[in-house]
């Protein structure tokens, strides 16, 4: 699997991206949400991404944060919901708004995205009703300074761990450890596995 990709832009065509990595060009498909963040061509940016594999093509998809790719991975767990369909969410809607308006049960704001109809919504929201803990925990933070928070809480959401316990967890973990994120993830993990999964 390729998780991450770091290299030069040498072309832009929403939503495809050709990045060059040491002399390979990948051609990466993105959301406009991570298209709009991109530098100018030729700049040198790191993209987290997504490989599918299927019997024609292995097809790269790419995201400025965590938290885009987090999002699209679940929307991918969802029945009818392909890879060209979470890219059109992801599109339309921030991370948070797709948290806000799953949490929310608001189709309709789902709707307003071209190429997700009615019953579309519907199965994105009654899906991923259960998973919201993961996408907010994922979401981006407010602060700079709530960036290693942010990661922390994402990686132990998607371990399983409920967002109170884990945000116990993971302030104490900062506070002791002063920020690192290793130290602080390996912190709150033993403090999660002495109090148990919740």
């Keep these: 699997m390729i998780g991450r990709l770091s290299g030069t832009i040498v072309e832009k065509r929403p ?5 060059d990595v040491q002399g390979v060009a990948y051609e990466i498909d993105v959301p406009m949400s991570t298209f709009y963040q991109l530098p100018a061509t030729g700049a040198k ?30 929307l ?13 969410v992801l599109s339309g809607l921030t991370v ?33 009703r259960d998973k919201v803990s993961a996408l907010e925990g994922s979401a981006t933070g407010g ?3 709530d960036g290693t928070r942010t990661d922390l809480l994402s990686a132990l959401v998607n371990l399983g761990y409920h ?6 967890a993971v302030d104490a973990a900062l506070a002791a450890t002063g920020g690192a994120f ?7 993990l033993e403090s999660l596995t002495r109090g148990g999964r919740k």
Excluded: N, W
């Excluded at 967002?163 to 116990?168: D, I, L, M, V, Y």
């Excluded at 290793?182 to 709150?188: F, G, N, T, Y």
């Design 76 to 88: 991918l767990k969802i029945s009818g919901i392909g890879a060209r369909t979470a890219l059109s």
């Design 15 to 19: 939503p495809l991206v050709l990045l």
């Design 96 to 128: 948070d708004e797709l948290y806000h308006a799953v949490a929310a049960e608001d189709a309709a704001r789902l709707i307003k995205i071209p190429g997700i109809g009615r019953k579309t919504a519907e199965r994105i929201v009654l899906e991923l």
């Design 163 to 168: 967002r109170p316990a884990a945000e116990k």
């Design 182 to 188: 290793e130290a602080s993830l390996r912190r709150a």
């Design 45 to 74: 940016i790191t993209l987290h991404t997504h490989l599918l594999v299927r019997e024609d093509a292995h097809l790269l998809y790419g995201f400025a944060t965590e938290s885009e790719r987090t999002a699209f991975r679940q």
């Design 143 to 145: 602060a700079p300074g």
